[in-house]
């Protein structure tokens, strides 16, 4: 029963196996993709910033270098002591020297066509500026008593055109401020958007796995159901087909009974006549009839065996079962001295195994071994000596019970007809049995769940070997 | 003689010619009253029927009584045997072909005195039959009956 209900146990098993393994590959997946993803974010958004920082970093000091060329221009201009003057020269000249530099490394900096644009301007504001400046300096190179007043016009169209390149600069502050949180909100959207992803295909696989999970469990109770439907059929069908063995097997063994015992009036009638026939008529008959009145009386006798057989392998099949512990042993030791007192005229030598304790019927064993013993002593009488041993050995660690002879024996071939019923190796007058013996003792091995077979050499014995499962 | 009557309870004719050819055979010339069912041989037993008058104080000195039996099986009629004071005491031996396990306890149980198996040789038969009348005939000292007032 658990065989039959363990096949859609494993088929369940391995369905579930199956569907975890999906979710479980989904899932891996799924983080594989965010983890990629929130890293390509990381990448761009750090990118972004880098850039952002070093461009606010060149704006900041191209307005401070512009801021100081300027302050130095004002102050060579303001100046008296022509020592400062040439200081104030020297640091209009570092800054503006500064500026360039500055300039050109932002203008190989990533820009966009916005942030083009208005560097553009600011490169035009400050070129103008510089335009302005350096001719107010050739001036003041030129004509060195030029009152310096009279340049501050010229000083303050060069600070107009130099506000143009600080508004450009601070446009050009705004275009990336704008483009950094532009970057930085879609990266957020990335973010948010791949959250969403992911919580859509976790949500995806989880129902899914249930989904598995369900139709998994679904498809087991189904099968489980349908196979105890099947196996409550199946056994209803062994109980049903059971009874009607039993029944069958039954009525066989009365109809056997009630034959046998019918068959038995009629031919105590005929052997019985055909005996007071042959005592009556002795003396009127001549040998020839006599002997054809005795033929009678003597088919009849063997005609009464055969019933007597048959009803005796039929007894056993209809006999209880009582199992008991049994010395086999003892049983063996008083059949022998039964056998030894029954066939007085032969000389038998028994060797009996002490201590062979068994558990089963007592009746139905005691039967068995009168069978072999007695078959040993029928089939070992041409011998001068008749020798039996009983004993046990193992065999695949289960114990065989043996009785053993040095009669006759019998061919091999046809030890697999021994134990049928009826059936002899032997003619009639030589083992004046009808062939029934081993057909119970088979049946009483069979009774207890235990085998029996025979070896056999011709001339030199046989061995009956049968084993007695300890419980059957 | 009368008080020494043998019932015989058998249906077949042919055991029954065997019966009284072995009977006669061991010269146990004793009379023999023949039922061929259960029935009769109650009818015999207890005066009625066709045995309506007899008188029941005088019984058979032993049964012999054979188990498969038209109408009342052997067994039935030892029940009603044992069930009866005038005959619970009757010595009954069971002489019939059965050597079931069964029959033979059943008959014990139900107050059987003796089982025997009919053989089917007729020389172990008049030898059986010997036996069986040496035993219940002339060894057994029957119980004394109580007569009824």
Known sequence: MNDVLSVPKTAGRRHLVIGFATVLTLMVGVTGYTLLRLSTINDQLSAVVNVHNVKNELVADLRDAMRQRQLGLRDMLLVDDPFERDEAWQRHMLAASRFMTTRQKLAKMPMSDQERIAFDAMTKGATDGAVIQRKLLQQLDLDQQIPRRALLPAFHTALNAQDAAFTAMNNLSVIQKKAAREVAEGAQQAFRQTMAATLFLVMGAVLMGGLVAWSVLRRDQKMRSALQVYQNQLQNLVQERTAELLNANSELESYSYSLAHDLNAPLRAITSYSQILEEDAKEKLDPGELDSLQRITRAGQVMNRLIEDILKLSRITRSGFHREPVSLSELVKSQATRLSSLYTEREIRWQIAENILVSGDSLLLTLLLEHLLENAIRFSRDKPRTEIQFGVEQQDGAPVYFVKDNGCGFDMRYADRLFTAFQRLHGEDFTSGTGVGLAMVQRIVQRHGGRVWAESELGVGSVFFFTLPESH | ?149
């Open chain 2, 1 to 149: 003689m009368s008080d020494n009557v043998i019932l015989l309870v058998e249906d077949n004719p042919d055991d029954e010619a065997l019966t009284l050819r072995a009977l006669k055979k061991n010269n146990i010339l004793n009379e023999v009253v023949v039922a061929r069912d259960g029935e009769e041989a109650l009818d015999y037993l207890f005066g009625t029927g066709k045995y309506e008058g007899r008188d029941t104080s005088i019984q058979p000195q032993v049964i012999l009584l054979d188990l498969q039996l038209p109408k009342l099986s052997g067994l039935e009629v030892l029940k009603r045997l044992r069930e009866d004071q005038r005959t619970v005491l009757q010595p009954v031996v069971i002489l019939t072909t059965s050597s079931e396990e069964t029959d033979i306890m059943d008959s014990y149980t139900h107050g059987a005195n003796s089982y025997i198996r009919k053989p089917v040789d007729f020389n172990q038969f008049i030898d059986a039959v010997k036996q069986l009348g040496l035993y219940w005939l002339v060894l057994n000292e029957a119980p004394v009956r109580r007569r009824e007032i």
